[in-house]
């Protein structure tokens, strides 16, 4: 293939309108930014197109507000009367117009067989589907392609036919029979050339000079009674090429000295020439900002995820935050927005400079973590909670029901509920305190202040029991190991075992409390004072 190279038409020359083709793609196929590609969908060159493209008349015909051409709506070549629809030769396709004119098809009388102009002017190539974009558009049994009335200079034999399929025009079709194609006809059409000639001028506001403080530029352009504006394009820098879009909706914000350069297009393609803006900033600031740490510094029990503010005020505007960590240390670190982790007691130092280089004094804030170690509640499934007494690492607890084999229940106790058995992973050093609920159902009358928890310790059921709450059907125990737990009710006023003794059994219950209670009373009248709950005498 060879390159042949073209630029913007000039005045008196046909405007020829867009191919609607906006992406651009590599060799490979793959969509790539158009800028400066000077692909199809980068120039964009030809006459942009209305909106909306196409009118729906209401009367079975269609008008292209691009090319002034007024279509019949239905694609689909349909039988008029005597006018035999279908695709057909192409002869056919010029009797079959003539035909409609005959019987003054949809009020007109003036159709005519499309040119091969007129009939690839409704090709889209920005679209993979022009069947379907034109449905989209206001047509109906759009075809694979259609007759032009254009014969084929180089085979006279033959005429040009339009694929909206595959979105080109060919020619090498066959006039005779056998060479059937769909007919879509068409009426008046208006391509003429335009006649706007002139660019549009561009101005900024404000304009170049001298300033004290930043400037919000913004550009406006302007084309009298030409054919409207279409792009304005900008760029900062000397001698720099103006290639970014100008949405109108915002500022350019010239905040130290520069050069603007902008030019504007209209909707003929008219560039204007670029035009350049040179803006001094000197900005009289000689306040430095203010910078935040949030959280401020202060005792926490927990690391704290800090962050920096710098707030310049009406001033040159913030530049660098620099931060370190440690007493007495240099802030060099530059802030780039992330949190700043406190993770153990430190002091963070900190502090910003702006753009007219005005450097804030160095700020601290003391943070001081005091990592909780004590008491510290995990909430398990099935609505266990334990307490660590002492713990250095939370680790993982987890709570399940046990399904394993144990020995029976201590003498004079029934079990009720489930076992359960607790794991975890925390590194922890003294008593952990065990919650299980229970369920009151399950408690036969006027044994709930006799619930116990039991504990598996050394081969036997051990009473672990501290406290019942009856009021929210939990009972706490003290424990400092884990292994399966069981809920128990006391059954009868004799038959414990007592501790360590045989069947797994538990703390002493019935008789051998009245046994015991007698011996507490006899310890007292001898001056031996005798604790119970934790087997240990004191000399009275």
């Known amino acids: 293939m060879y390159t042949w190279p073209v630029r913007s038409g000039q005045g008196g020359s046909i405007s020829l309108p867009k191919t609607g083709q906006t992406n651009c793609y590599d060799t490979a196929g793959t969509e790539i930014v158009c800028t400066g590609t000077g692909q199809d ?40 009367g005597a006018c ?20 003054n098809y949809l009020g007109h009388s003036d159709w005519s067989l499309p040119n091969s102009n007129e009939a690839k002017s409704l090709l889209n190539e920005g679209e993979i589907d022009n069947i379907a974009w034109l449905n989209a558009q206001g047509f109906s049994n759009m075809s694979i392609g259609s007759w032009s009335s254009t014969t084929d200079a180089s085979d006279t034999n033959s005429a ?45 506001s404000p304009v170049g000079g001298t300033y004290s403080s930043a400037q919000n530029v913004t550009l406006t352009c302007y084309d009298g009674s030409g054919s409207g504006c279409q ?89 660098t935050t620099y931060y370190c960590t440690g007493t ?29 280089n005005n450097n804030e004094s160095v700020k601290s804030a003391v943070y001081t973590i005091n990592l909780p170690g004590q008491n510290q509640r995990v909430d398990l499934d099935y609505y266990i909670y334990i307490i660590f007494s002492q713990v250095s690492n939370i680790g993982t607890s987890s709570s399940s029901i046990f399904a394993g084999s144990t020995g029976p229940a201590p003498s004079g106790y029934n079990f009720i509920g489930n076992f359960y058995e607790l794991t975890t992973s925390a590194d922890y050093n003294g008593i952990i305190s ?30 672990v029991t501290v406290s019942v709450d009856t009021g929210n059907n939990t009972i706490t125990g003290s424990v400092n190991s884990f292994s399966p737990f069981v809920i128990g009710y006391y059954t009868s006023s004799g038959g414990g075992t007592g501790s360590g003794g045989t069947g797994g059994g538990g703390y002493s219950t019935g008789a051998n409390e009245d046994m015991i209670a007698l011996i507490t009373i006899l310890a007292i009248s001898a001056g031996v004072f005798i604790l119970r709950k934790n087997r240990w005498l004191r000399k009275a």
């Not at 194609?181 to 561009?202: K, M, Q, W, Y």
């Not at 369920?439 to 009473?463: A, C, I, Y």
């Open 41 to 80: 969908g980068d120039i964009q060159a030809g006459v942009a197109w209305p909106n909306p493209r196409f009118t729906d008349n209401g009367d079975g015909t269609i008008t292209d507000n691009l090319t002034g051409l007024m279509w019949t709506q239905n694609a689909g070549t349909p039988t008029v």
């Open 328 to 356: 007495g240390c240099n802030p060099t670190t530059v802030y780039l927005g992330a949190i700043i982790n406190i993770g153990s007691s430190t002091v963070l130092r900190f502090y910003s400079k702006d753009n007219a």
């Open 160 to 204: 040009w036919a339009v694929s909206f399929m595959h979105c080109y025009i060919s020619n090498g079709f066959i006039k005779a029979s056998g060479g059937n194609e769909p007919v879509l006809p068409v009426r008046g059409g208006n391509l003429t050339a335009p006649s706007d000639t002139t660019p549009p001028t561009t101005t900024a």
């Open 231 to 319: 792009t304005t394009y900008y760029c900062t820098g000397s001698g720099c090429n103006p290639t970014t879009v100008y949405s109108g909706s915002g500022a350019i914000n010239i905040a130290s000295s520069t050069v603007l350069r902008f030019y504007s297009k209209d909707n003929d393609n008219n560039n204007e020439s670029t035009k350049t803006e040179t803006y001094t900033i000197n900005i009289l600031d000689t306040t430095p900002p203010t910078t935040t740490a949030s959280p401020s510094g202060g005792t926490y029990s927990s690391a704290q995820n800090v962050t920096l503010s710098c707030n310049d005020g009406g001033g040159s505007g913030c530049q």
């Open 84 to 103: 035999t629809g279908g695709s057909m030769a192409w002869q056919d396709a010029l009797n079959y117009v003539a035909c409609l004119n005959t019987n």
């Open 434 to 463: 065990v919650t299980i609920p229970y369920n009151q159902s399950s408690v036969p009358s006027g044994k709930e202040g006799t619930l116990s928890m039991f504990h598996w310790e050394d081969g036997k059921w051990k009473n």
